[in-house]
């Protein structure tokens, strides 16, 4: 089984629709992470989390917020779709042991339409 | 100005060349990370660096700290080497992507 799991894969929708994207990891990793990824475009942090009590925005956290329902459990949310925020998302999990940065682990992306 | 440029954003090869990833940083590192994305759009961590060299198997990356630059190497290329290459600029706790270098081999 993948280590760092996001639900759904693809997903269409309509412009104005809550959306939730799940992710969830087994690595036993205490940070995680939201990026988007658009077209001639690098990925973009959207919201990361350092354990469950501590939650920060990133550079495009507009538009989406996030819960960290466990250690291991991270979801954004859309909260009213709109088409601009088509793109495919990804979570990602590091570990912070020895107080260093240290390598993220992705998970697989969800495409996500916003019609 | 991107704080993390890439060059070149294409590159195709025929196998068996030697290829040569770029990628300028402005901001502060703790380290530089380089990522591969599969075409299906998986993404995969390569190496993370703060000095030196390092080498897996035909892929190895470098990093001059002083100049701020660093490099991807393919040696003896494989079709199987296209992907998307991306740079990223490890700082305290976030990373700073570049746009990423579309490498395609050819047989």
């Known amino acids: 089984d993948a280590d760092v799991t996001q639900t759904p894969r693809n997903r269409i929708t309509k412009t104005g629709k809550r959306i939730m994207l799940e992710c969830s990891q087994t690595?036993?990793?205490?940070?995680m992470y939201w990026y988007r990824q658009d077209p001639g475009l690098g990925l973009r942090l959207i919201y990361y989390?350092?354990?469950?009590?501590?939650?920060n925005k990133g550079e495009i956290s507009d538009g989406y917020s996030v819960s960290r329902q466990a250690q291991a459990k991270f979801s954004l949310s859309l909260e009213s779709a709109i088409p601009n925020q088509t793109a495919l998302y990804f979570c990602?999990?590091?570990?912070?042991?020895?107080?260093?940065?240290?390598?993220?682990?992705f998970g697989p992306g969800t495409r996500l339409t916003v019609l | 100005k991107n704080e993390v440029e890439q060059s070149p954003q294409n590159l195709t090869a025929q196998e068996g060349e030697f290829i040569t990833i770029n990628c300028s940083y402005s901001?502060?590192?703790?380290?530089l990370h380089w990522l591969q994305q599969h075409p299906g759009g998986g993404i995969v961590s390569l190496f993370m660096?703060?000095?030196g060299k390092k080498k897996h198997g035909r892929l190895i990356a470098t990093i001059n700290i002083q100049e701020k630059h660093s490099s991807l190497h393919i040696t003896a290329s494989h079709p199987r080497d296209s992907a998307v290459y991306i740079c990223?600029?490890?700082?305290?706790?976030?990373?700073?992507f570049g746009t990423g270098t579309r490498l395609q081999v050819f047989p």
């Open positions: 660096l703060s000095s």
């Open positions: 901001v502060g590192i703790s380290a």
């Open positions: 990223a600029a490890g700082n305290t706790d976030k990373l700073i």
């Open positions: 990602a999990t590091s570990d912070r042991s020895g107080g260093s940065y240290n390598e993220q682990f």
């Open positions: 989390s350092f354990d469950v009590k501590d939650i």
């Open positions: 690595k036993g990793h205490d940070r």
